[in-house]
């Protein structure tokens, strides 16, 4: 089986055409076992495969045996699976990382996609369980795989320090993969005051505070995650410009008179309606002329693509809240004017992920 690469259905659509070529054997095929591809894929980054041969070059199946103690069997199995999907290679009887993994290894890229896959292993996996029954009742049906009270996943992480740890190391990664773009995109040389809304880790208002010394940075988080919040400020040493205030943004005032409010993977969790009700919130925070930042993955205003939107969707319609998916550009926008802002920009994210910033104003009175 010829296993296509992520770009393939839209390269192979005709020009324009935002849609994959007419389905085949093939791309049926991995569809049909695309639970086991990703087992591969984590089992490669888990064991620590790739890894091994980043770090080594090319070995043979029994020093790669030895190395990651395997049975003979165990890695037979891996070392097919791997190759078949193109994630090893195998010349003259050795093995060696795919090109491509090598060349993201360079540049961070590799570590942060292990993260990614890790949180899809330990956390997505679950709830997607649940996919079909959270289509047919219209909520995250899966939310059920994650123990606790907690109204969401992420007023359950707390309980489970493991899955705590995969998801911010994850959320962390993803948020690298994009920020250069939203810290090149926003000019925030004449704001003193940012609010960034459900911030996490910090990684983005440390990234924004960063690159603009005057900025000062208010992260709300819940109170349950904020000790996670509070460690990483410490660590930057931006105590002093970067402070979390533990609420629920949803049932708590925000603080005023800020020049720009951000929402960083924010707004794919909730529905179009808590979605308007935040930016509302978000309009009554700024300052006139003040800005908010919508900044996560898009999906295409004709509702097909690109793929990875799509694939992503399956985790926030299953897990996450109640409603959520990576919506169209188009309804952003529609909450943006329903919170009534105007002048609403589109900025296009380079990369593989399928990430997106809006950037709306407040009018000037
Ligand atoms: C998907 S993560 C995004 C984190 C960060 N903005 C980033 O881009 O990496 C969503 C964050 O929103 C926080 N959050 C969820 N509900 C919240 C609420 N009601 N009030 C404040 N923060 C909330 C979560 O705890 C979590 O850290």
Same mark, same amino acid.
């Given at each position: 089986m010829t296993i296509p690469a992520m770009t393939t259905p839209s390269a192979a659509a005709s020009p324009g055409a935002e849609q994959p070529a007419e389905l085949d054997m093939d791309r049926l095929s991995l569809l049909?076992?695309?639970?086991?591809?990703?087992?591969?894929l984590n089992a490669a980054c888990e064991l620590e495969l790739l890894d091994l041969l980043l770090e080594?070059?090319?070995?043979?199946?029994? +020093?790669?045996?030895?190395?990651?103690?395997?049975?003979?069997? *165990?890695?037979?199995? /891996?070392?097919?699976?791997?190759?078949?999907?193109?994630?090893?290679?195998?010349?003259?009887g050795r093995y060696r990382a795919a090109t491509l993994i090598a060349s993201l290894a360079e540049d961070g890229g590799w570590d942060k996609l292990k993260d990614t896959v890790a949180f899809e292993q330990h956390i997505v996996y679950p709830?997607?369980?649940d996919f079909?029954?959270?289509?047919?009742?219209?909520?995250?049906?899966?939310l059920r795989r994650i123990p606790g009270d907690g109204p969401d996943l992420y007023h359950r992480l707390s309980r489970h320090p493991h899955l705590e740890t995969v998801f911010y190391r994850y959320m962390r990664s993803w948020s690298e993969l994009a920020n +250069?773009?939203?810290v090149a995109a926003l000019?925030?040389?004449? *704001?003193?005051?940012? /609010?960034?809304?459900g911030g996490g880790d910090a990684v983005n208002a440390l990234a924004?505070?960063?690159a603009n010394p005057h900025l000062h940075v208010t992260v709300l988080e819940i109170p349950s995650s904020a000790p996670v919040t509070e460690k990483r400020i410490t660590e930057a040493g931006l105590g002093d410009r970067v402070l979390v205030e533990p609420c629920d943004m949803f049932a708590d005032p925000f603080p005023g008179g800020m020049d720009c409010v951000l929402f960083a993977h924010q707004l794919v969790i909730w529905t179009p309606e808590e979605n308007t009700a935040l930016l509302r919130k978000a309009y009554?925070?700024?300052?006139?002329?003040?800005?908010?930042?919508?900044?996560?993955?898009?999906?295409?205003?004709?509702g097909d693509g690109p793929v990875v939107a799509a694939l992503d969707s399956v985790y926030f319609a299953s897990l996450p809240a109640e409603g959520g998916m990576i919506y169209p550009w188009r309804l952003h926008e529609k909450c943006l004017r329903e919170a009534g802002f105007s002048s609403v920009e589109r900025i296009e994210v380079p990369g593989w992920t399928p990430h997106g910033i809006i950037v709306a104003a407040k009018q000037d009175t």
């Open positions: 049909l076992f695309g639970h086991a591809a990703f087992q591969y080594r070059g090319e070995l043979t199946a029994e +020093e790669i045996r030895a190395e990651l103690g395997l049975a003979e069997r *165990a890695a037979d199995i /891996l070392l097919l699976g791997c190759t078949a999907l193109g994630l090893t290679r195998k010349e003259e709830g997607q369980a079909v029954a959270s289509l047919r009742e219209n909520t995250n049906v899966g +250069e773009h939203l000019d925030l040389g004449g *704001a003193t005051r940012l /609010l960034d809304c924004l505070a960063e009554d925070a700024l300052t006139p002329g003040g800005r908010v930042v919508i900044f996560n993955s898009m999906s295409n205003d004709e």
